[in-house]
Nanobody
Framework: QVHLVESGGGLVQAGGSLRLSCAAS????????MAWYRQPAGKQRELVAT???????DYADSVKGRFTISRDNNKDTVYLQMNSLRPEDTAVYYC??????????WGQGTQVTVSS
C-alpha cells in the first residue's frame, strides 16, 4: 500500500516561493498520472496540477504560469514549485493520483500560508 507524505509548506509573504515535495513510502506506479490538490479552510479540495508519466503537465487556470509540477519516478516523489504566491493560494496541499476512484491513501498534507 502506498502512503504519501507531503512536505515543504510554510508561511511566506505574497510574491514569495515554496517548493513542495510528496514522497511515497511505497512505489508509485511510473505509469500513473499524479496530481497536487489543495483545500482552503472551509472549502472543498480542488485540483491544482497534474503530471503524466511522460512529464506532460496541466494546471488550474488560477496557478498557470506560477506553479510547476514535476516528478522523479526513480525517487517516487512528486514536486510542486510555487512562485509568485498570493494570499488566495493559502491552503493545505495534498498529492495523490489524478484519477478519481483510484486514489492512494491521502496523506496529512502540508499547510501553505501566504500573508499579504
Amino acid at each position: 500500500q502506498v502512503h504519501l507524505v507531503e512536505s515543504g509548506g510554510g508561511l511566506v509573504q505574497a510574491g514569495g516561493s515554496l517548493r513542495l515535495s510528496c514522497a511515497a513510502s511505497g512505489s508509485i506506479s511510473s505509469l500513473i498520472r499524479m496530481a497536487w490538490y489543495r483545500q482552503p479552510a472551509g472549502k472543498q479540495r480542488e485540483l491544482v496540477a497534474t503530471v503524466t508519466s511522460g512529464g506532460r503537465t496541466d494546471y488550474a487556470d488560477s496557478v498557470k504560469g506560477r506553479f510547476t509540477i514535476s516528478r522523479d519516478n526513480n525517487k517516487d516523489t512528486v514536486y510542486l514549485q510555487m512562485n509568485s504566491l498570493r494570499p488566495e493560494d493559502t491552503a493545505v496541499y495534498y498529492c495523490n493520483t489524478a484519477i478519481p476512484g483510484n486514489f492512494y491513501s491521502w496523506g496529512q498534507g502540508t499547510q501553505v500560508t501566504v500573508s499579504s
